[in-house]
């Protein structure tokens, strides 16, 4: 083609995609972030520490507590690692989850799971901060009193957190 030729109509739509192959790139990719990213357990235990140990921390520091900056490393993120691992690795149960875990409705299965694991960790946190001091030779400090707190609180945002991730990685089965 000369150079004082312009190309026509034709000419410019053989040279590039259709509109249709287009559009089918462009559903490929929605469908591809549609889906969610498969629940994996050392990436969900990193993220329950991570989390609460950065926004704790900074919470922190921004208020000028010492002590909740040190909370949020210590107790705070490690009480979320620790139940999102615990959850994490029961409602997966090896692999293949039980069940109910499955068919129950969301709403259920994570309100079953919140009331147990905050129950246990408010009891760990009160054995901590009353039982121990006094039958142990361990000496009463405020960051003890913080235990009955903290516990709860990391335990049912981790609890909830990793139920509601795991849930949405899994199908109900057919039968």
């Known amino acids: ?24 790139r ?3 990719r929605s469908r591809r972030s549609r889906r969610s990213r498969p629940f994996t357990l050392w990436r969900e235990v990193l993220t329950a520490y991570a989390a609460p140990a950065l926004t704790a921390g900074a919470a922190g520091t921004a208020t000028g507590q010492p002590d909740l900056a040190l909370a949020a490393c210590t107790s705070i993120a490690g009480t979320s690692a620790v139940v999102a691992f615990l959850v994490g690795a029961w409602l997966r149960h090896g692999g293949r989850p039980r069940r109910w875990t499955v068919t129950a409705p969301r709403g259920v299965l994570t309100l079953v799971l919140l009331i147990t694991t905050v129950g ?5 946190g009160w054995f901590t901060a009353q039982w121990l001091p006094a039958h142990a030779p361990i000496p009463t400090a405020p960051w003890l009193e913080r235990l009955r707190i903290d516990l709860p609180v990391s335990a049912a945002l981790a609890t909830t957190i990793v139920t509601l991730r795991w849930r949405s990685t899994t199908t109900a089965p057919t039968t």
């Open 1 to 24: 083609m000369p150079a004082t030729q312009h190309r026509t109509g034709r000419d410019r739509a053989a040279s590039r995609p259709s509109r249709r192959s287009r559009r089918s």
């Open 26 to 28: 462009r559903s490929r």
């Open 120 to 124: 246990a960790a408010a009891l760990l």
